[in-house]
């Protein structure tokens, strides 16, 4: 008699031919990664063989190739037909008498252990699935909280007709599998009551960049199928891997998701045992896992990926699905599967892409991928309309699902009002390398049919529609060819959303990070109105405070994790190479454009040249805020491990200045040496280069602020449209200083760099300063690749030789 069943226990990963990629991934880890705390819920494989025996006992084989051997997958209509005679063929095979007793039998096993209220998951687990090239993820049929021996059986003919969905039929076309030698084995597991509590997808990878030093978690209120199909905007959160690897236990980052719905179960026994409920507002208003749940997910995330690293002898990032159970508040991992798609980018091609034009923004979403393209606006509301749409059209729809692909294959891009970065829509647009939209709200009500749109992924985690067909420019490095100057060649950055991708040039670091762009963009609040919210007298910006802080136990740990995890996720993303930051260095009229600033700053003529900088730190209108700066630089070094952030002081006019900032860094815990903790001075200032001994004694380095320097050598305010025409870099006596920076650095045995615009928009200058001897250029990410060359060639023309070939 033939075993048709095989216990998780009894299963390895080189089980694919037997019982499939999913079934022979979950023994593996049962087996390997449960000794190891990675925890996951018993069950047993279907072999596949019980679907070839069904389907041969039933004489099926000959319709089912008279249907498939010559069908056209882009006839839609045609491949529906097929599809649908043939999972008609093998849903009446059913199951051998064999068969079908031995499913009862283990079924009965797993109730004598979970007791007779037992309810499991019955997935699909293809022959083919799982591969490095190809995920087959969502391509076959999944039943939850299946309960009662007639449901499972049910489930499993189910499950095994779905081989034939016309989408995977398509997704085996492109990927050049025979229909006949891929079959079907059916996973019964035992169910995870995350209907009770959340579930979710993660990758031990950046899923939009590629970025591998990741863990990219996802989740969302009850059950897990919501987040795999995108019908809902989940919370993500991300945990560094090599701060995680060395004791340092901090998520990253999190993002707040709307979790419209919930599935859970249905009430009573009926054929559809699983419903979707609106969330409660509480819920939506607050994360779906506490840091120390992510943690623990990060910890099975990085077990798995190991253990599969090993195994195979290279590096395997890996896509796996979770839940939590509500009801013995464990986390458990119910699938993995090689990730398909990041991971196999090479690097060695560096492809960015630019908008070169402005236009309306029509909807807003998350952005998957970072490219850009074109095309016109096709709504699609329903299956039914799937037959209109035209290759190179935009697809527009409320959601997707895996029955759309073979015709989002033929889509320009795909946006979607629902969903998140790891829904449906997304994942298969980053296998197409199409870019795609999720989660942009009213999509299919704001955009019209025939609309002539851009799409732009390219700017950050937000994805933009914007009107009309706007120019952008595809930029290709090949890294290979590119060698590495002597002259350290670094990044301006501000924006941490741009972190993972940016982190793939060519650079030897971050010269200048932008602290202003996170409080902006992501804070918006004034540091001194969350440290003494009881002086904001505006009723609406206490209503809009109030708004932005939910969820937080103060303003002031808002201010703490938001700036912590914006730096952070620069710092992370380019470990371990160096990250400096500039700390605050807004101007007052710009403090008091945040919520509740106009109460605490000054009315300045010229606020160019006034309270801003160094100035602020210690003084008592600011001391308070710039203390919940320190608290959140504090906990990036010390919390999250992240050990390569650098601080620089900006607009430092004088030495006793300096002297007082270092004693107030020192204070809020980040003294100057301590655990390699090095702090630069902008010098932009004349002062700072006539005094450049003197500011020496106080500080690691220091970083040219062309900008300031030239306004201040020229005397000109350049925020004055006026006298604009007279800021010129170029000029001989802003030269003579640039000239006398670097010399006096090198004076000093004191690192020299240059972070303002300067060498970004004019070569000529990148070169002076390289025959002067700076050590550091750091340039906007749009002209590294541009810069770079120059460099090279001066450097070459001194006789410096380049260091090694580029690698990000």
């Not at 629902?418 to 980053?430: E, K, L, N």
Request: aromatic share 8%; proline share 4%; with cysteine.
């Amino acid at each position: 008699m033939t075993d048709y069943i095989r216990w998780f226990k009894d299963l390895t990963i080189d089980d694919v031919p037997l019982v499939g990629g999913k079934n022979a991934s979950l023994g593996e880890m049962y087996r390997e990664l449960t000794p190891l705390g990675v925890r996951q819920a018993n069950g047993f494989a279907v072999i596949a063989d019980a679907y070839r025996t069904a389907v041969t006992a039933a004489g099926a084989w000959d319709e089912l190739h008279r249907l498939l051997d010559r069908l056209d997958k882009n006839d839609t209509d045609a491949l529906a037909r097929a599809g649908q005679r043939a999972r008609e063929l093998v849903y009446a095979a059913g199951l051998t008498d064999e068969t079908r007793d031995q499913i009862l039998r283990a079924y009965r096993t797993m109730r004598e252990e979970y007791g007779d209220e037992l309810s499991v998951a019955v997935r699909s687990s293809a022959t083919a699935e799982d591969l490095p090239n190809a995920s087959f993820a969502g391509q076959h049929d999944t039943y939850l909280n299946i309960h009662g021996e007639e449901m499972l059986i049910d489930a499993v003919k189910r499950c095994n007709a779905s081989l034939f969905t016309d989408r995977a039929i398509s997704y085996r076309i492109d990927k050049g599998f025979d229909h006949f030698k891929v079959a079907l084995s059916v996973c019964v597991q035992k169910m995870v009551r995350s209907d009770l509590a959340a579930a979710g997808v993660m990758f031990s990878i950046d899923t939009e960049t590629g970025f591998q030093d990741a863990v990219f978690v996802t989740g969302a209120w009850g059950l897990g199928e919501n987040v795999v199909q995108g019908a809902v905007d989940v919370d993500e959160f991300y945990v560094h891997k090599p701060a995680f690897r060395s004791g340092h236990r901090a998520v990253l980052r999190r993002v707040l998701g709307e979790k419209q719905m919930k599935m859970v179960y249905a009430q009573g026994r009926t054929r559809e045992p699983v419903v979707n409920r609106p969330t409660p507002k509480a819920d939506r208003q607050r994360f779906c896992l506490t840091d120390e749940q992510v943690l623990t997910l990060a910890d099975y995330a990085i077990k798995i990926e190991d253990h599969y690293t090993r195994r195979r002898g290279h590096a395997m990032p890996m896509d796996m699905e979770w839940a939590l159970d509500g009801t013995d508040g464990q986390l458990y991992i119910v699938q993995a599967r090689p990730e398909t798609v990041a991971s196999q980018k090479t690097g060695a091609v560096l492809e960015t892409y630019e908008m070169r034009g402005q236009g309306p923004v029509l909807v807003t979403g998350r952005a998957v991928g970072t490219r850009i393209t074109t095309g016109r606006v096709r709504i699609v509301r329903s299956a039914k309309e799937l037959s209109a749409f035209r290759p190179g059209e935009v697809l527009v729809a409320d959601t997707t699902t895996p029955d759309w692909e073979p015709v989002m294959k033929k889509a320009a891009a795909i946006v979607t009002n629902r969903g998140g970065r790891t829904c449906h829509a997304a994942i298969v647009s980053r296998e197409l390398g199409i870019a795609a939209v999720v989660g942009a709200e009213a999509a299919t009500e704001t955009l019209c049919d025939g609309q002539e749109v851009t799409i732009s992924c390219a700017e950050g985690d937000a994805g933009r529609v914007y009107e009309g067909i706007l120019p952008f420019e595809v930029v290709r490095t090949d890294l290979s060819k590119l060698g590495r100057p002597r002259t350290h060649v670094m990044v301006n950055l501000g924006n941490p959303e741009l972190a993972f991708q940016t982190s793939f040039l060519p650079v030897d670091g971050v010269g200048l990070a932008r602290m202003e762009f996170i409080v902006s963009e992501s804070i918006k609040v004034h540091p001194m109105a969350l440290a003494h919210p009881d002086r904001v007298t505006d009723p609406a910006d206490r209503a809009a405070i109030a708004a932005v802080t939910r969820g937080y136990p103060s303003g002031e740990a808002y201010f703490v994790q938001k700036l912590s995890e914006g730096v952070g996720t620069i710092c992370a993303a380019f470990w371990p190479r160096p990250v400096i930051i500039r700390l605050s260095d807004f101007k007052s009229n710009e403090y008091a454009a945040l919520l509740g600033g106009r109460g605490f700053e000054p009315d300045e003529e010229n606020p160019m040249i006034g309270f801003r900088g160094a100035s602020r730190y210690a003084h008592p209108a600011y001391a308070d805020g710039f203390a919940l700066e320190c608290k959140a630089l504090a906990r990036v070094r010390n919390e999250m491990g992240l050990t390569n952030l650098k601080l620089m002081v900006p607009f430092c006019r004088t030495v006793t200045e300096g002297e007082k900032v270092l004693a107030t860094l020192e204070q809020h815990g980040l003294k100057r040496g301590a655990d390699g903790l090095e702090i630069y001075v902008m010098c932009e200032i004349p002062n700072n280069v006539i005094q450049i001994d003197a500011f020496a004694r106080l500080f690691d380095g220091f970083s040219i602020g062309s900008n300031d320097l030239t306004q201040l050598t020229l005397g000109v305010d350049r925020d004055s449209p006026l006298v604009a025409p007279s800021f010129d870099e170029n000029d001989p006596g802003v030269m003579e200083m640039l000239r006398l920076a670097v010399e006096g650095c090198k004076r000093n045995h004191r690192h020299s760099g240059i972070c303002g615009q300067a060498p970004s928009d004019y070569p000529e200058i990148a070169k002076f300063l390289v025959r002067h001897g700076i050590d550091s250029i750091s340039l906007t990410p749009d002209s590294v690749l541009r810069t770079l060359p120059a460099i090279l060639e001066i450097e070459r023309e001194l006789g410096i030789a380049p260091r090694t070939q580029a690698a990000g």
